[in-house]
């Protein structure tokens, strides 16, 4: 297992890209999905940077402890406050980049607007529980940020740092090939895709609708604006009503009188 002094540089380069500072008591499990397909390839290419931290380095007994029971009772065990409080100093010391961000199901539901500003910046920094989660006092005394991937329960916050770090790395500069995709993709403008298709155009007696095979990028743009207006409507009312409040929808601008 890694040692907190070996994953730590000393000192980031000026210029340092965007970089995912990740506290774990599992840091074997990374980079894990990171290192493949595109994150992955934007790794190897240095687009952005991966720094695990093994929050074990920190612990001050010989057998490496970085828990103990709760005061109160209860099950399960909890990440002492002195542990974890040292492992972030050690990665603030050595000027890691972006807000401090602590995983948790108590958190603030992660969205597309917070992994946009998250990718806009220098980096995260991001606290993994395990357990029953981190000393409530470490968390007051370091202003940290509790963000949630969904309203279910991990057995750890590591998952969820790959989830958050994904979303982030693929809107960083050159990491997607064709930046279109992205301007076009769910919740970026504040409604669901459309759907898509590719060959066979007929497949098991199911046709791809004609407007696609039209080669009229007009009736293509417009057929898929309805599309994902449709599927937003239908699948999530809380996202349309906030969409046509701020945009209003095709629909009814193809209602208004001329
Ligand atoms: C078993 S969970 C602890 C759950 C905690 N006792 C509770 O009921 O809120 C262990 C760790 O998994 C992570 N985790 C679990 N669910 C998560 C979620 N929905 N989003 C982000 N992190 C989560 C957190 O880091 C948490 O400290």
């Given amino acids: 297992m890694a040692e907190a002094s070996e994953s730590v540089p000393a000192g980031r380069p000026p210029t340092a890209p965007w970089t995912a500072t990740v506290l774990t008591i599992l840091p074997e499990i990374f980079p894990g999905p ?17 720094e695990i931290v093994d929050i074990r380095g ?18 399960g065990m909890v990440m002492r406050a ?8 050690a990665v603030s010391a050595d000027g890691a ?18 992994v946009r500003d998250l ?23 370091r202003a940290v940020e509790e963000l949630s991937i969904g309203d279910f329960v991990l057995s750890g916050g590591e998952p969820a740092a790959i989830v958050l770090i994904d979303a982030c790395v693929r809107l960083l500069p050159g990491v997607v090939g064709a930046v279109s ?17 590719t060959r066979p155009a007929e497949w098991q007696g199911r046709a791809v609708p004609a407007e696609l095979l039209s080669g ?16 937003t409507q239908t699948r999530r009312p809380d996202l ?9 929808s095709t629909k009814e601008r193809n209602d208004e009188p001329d």
């Fill in 34 to 50: 990171l290192g493949q397909s595109l994150a992955g390839r934007a790794l190897a290419e240095a687009r952005w940077r991966l």
């Fill in 58 to 75: 920190f612990a001050r007994d010989k057998h490496r402890s970085v828990d103990d029971t709760p005061f109160g009772g209860g099950p």
């Fill in 82 to 89: 002195d542990v974890v409080d040292a492992a972030i100093a």
């Fill in 97 to 114: 980049a972006g807000p401090l961000i602590y995983l948790s199901p108590r958190g603030r539901r992660l969205d597309q607007a917070r």
């Fill in 119 to 141: 990718a806009a910046g220098p980096g995260v920094v991001l606290l993994c529980g395990r357990f029953e989660g981190v000393d409530q006092r470490v968390l007051e005394a």
């Fill in 181 to 197: 995709s992205l301007a076009e993709e769910s919740f970026e403008r504040g409604l669901l895709e459309y759907p898509h298709y």
């Fill in 216 to 231: 009229h990028h007009a009736r293509i743009a417009a057929w898929r604006r309805r599309q994902a207006e449709t599927i």
């Fill in 240 to 248: 349309w009503a906030r969409h046509v409040a701020e945009h209003g």
